[in-house]
């Protein structure tokens, strides 16, 4: 018997973001140019409003604790959900100046959280604030959450995407997305290796993802990336050979793994969230 892709909800302008919630059963994403994260209820299939005014909220994830951690790009931030409702800003600003727009996030087991801050958000209204660039490049930033230290560790990409880690996290992949808005620009995933201390080396590329540009992307258990691309979610072997796609009828933005087996994959998909359910199993992230 063969999974189809299904189509749970419409009437998005830009989704993006899926992150899942095993306690909750249920999955949260952004709506970024209408302002909104919205929550999608894997049991009864009803989606509702998460949280207004999102400052055009992009990637989100969860914290060790299972807090939503929540990439603000309007106002160039990176944030936590308390329990009690409440926000607390972890990261707006790098050596005196404020973030770019911070699109997406990952948080490593030892808890430090790690983003990309490329300038999409800070260049048009439709997803964000214009405004004057304050950081010299577009970065890759990890946080420790509990000194408050943040450190830019790569400054070499035109457009920093979608992040994630390998199983054992020795390797850390990293999109470059570039060629939106310059047809010039990379549409790479990048590889580097990632020491015991946090640091990171490499970023060969890993693959090129056409068409579109790559996106979001998640990993399996066997070490599969699942990517978003411009034909819907690709799938990649660690040595960067294309396995095969997941066709999609709008662009692929971002993904999470979810359901009680984690071998459903959520697919943010411009206006509409799909899902499949697949012969793996995503790695377990809180």
Known sequence: MTAELEKLHGGMRWAEGPVYFA???ALVFSDIPNERILRYDEVSGAVTLFRGTSNNANGNTRDREGRLITCEQGVGRVTRTEPDGSITVLADSFRGGRLNAPNDVVVKSDGTIWFTDPSYGIATHFVGTPREKEQE?????????????LD??????WKPNGLAFSPDESKLYIVDSGYLPDPAGPRYVRVFDVDTNNAISGGDVLTEVKPGIPDGLRVDD?????IGAGD????????????????????AANLAFGGPKRNRLYIAATTSLYAIFLNTIGIQRP
């Not at 066997?222 to 699942?226: D, E, K, Q, S, T």
């Open 152 to 157: 830019r560790i790569a400054e070499d990409f």
């Open 232 to 251: 819907g979610v690709h799938c990649v072997h660690p040595d960067g050979t294309l396995l095969g796609k997941v066709r999609v009828p709008e662009a």
């Open 137 to 149: 490049v577009d970065g890759v930033y990890r946080l420790d959450p509990v000194t408050g230290a």
């Open 222 to 226: 066997a070490g599969r990336l699942w």
């Open 23 to 25: 306690d909750q059963h």
